[in-house]
Nanobody, 126 residues
Framework: VQLQAFGGGLVQPGGSLRLSCVVSGRPSSSLDMGWFRQAPGKEREFVAL????????TKADSVKGRFTISRDDAKNTAALSMSSLEPEDTAFYYC????????????????????WGQGTQLTVSS
């Protein structure tokens, strides 16, 4: 399974951006899909989760109301739509996938994911 994330860039505070993740090698409908981010000098942080077949969606408190995770299993893709961006959102963003069917709480932890994309940089700055 391979994941390819893209869509990052430079955005002004208050702006919006949409990140995409393409899955190859396995139907995305069988995978829990997550987004994580890592800022310089900080640990990788959970952002959002979409359970396999779209059963549930969970977002970290810091992005609720601003970020939305979605998936299109017909196209084997997942996306993270971000709005009202803040400088604190600046980080490398990674999509990840898990085939383990873990409980939701386990999927807040990066160690429970089997597959990772290469990361895409988001910079929020004026």
């Amino acid at each position: 399974v391979q994941l390819q994330a893209f869509g990052g860039g430079l955005v002004q505070p208050g702006g919006s951006l949409r990140l995409s993740c393409v899955v190859s090698g396995r139907p995305s409908s069988s995978l829990d899909m997550g987004w994580f981010r890592q800022a310089p000098g900080k640990e990788r942080e959970f952002v959002a989760l979409s359970r396999w077949s779209g059963q549930a969606t969970t977002k970290a408190d810091s992005v609720k109301g601003r970020f939305t995770i979605s998936r299109d299993d017909a196209k084997n893709t997942a996306a993270l739509s971000m709005s009202s961006l803040e400088p604190e959102d600046t980080a490398f963003y990674y999509c990840a996938a898990s085939a383990r069917r873990d409980v939701i709480s386990a999927l807040y932890d990066a160690f429970h994911y089997d597959y990772w994309g290469q990361g895409t940089q988001l910079t929020v700055s004026s």
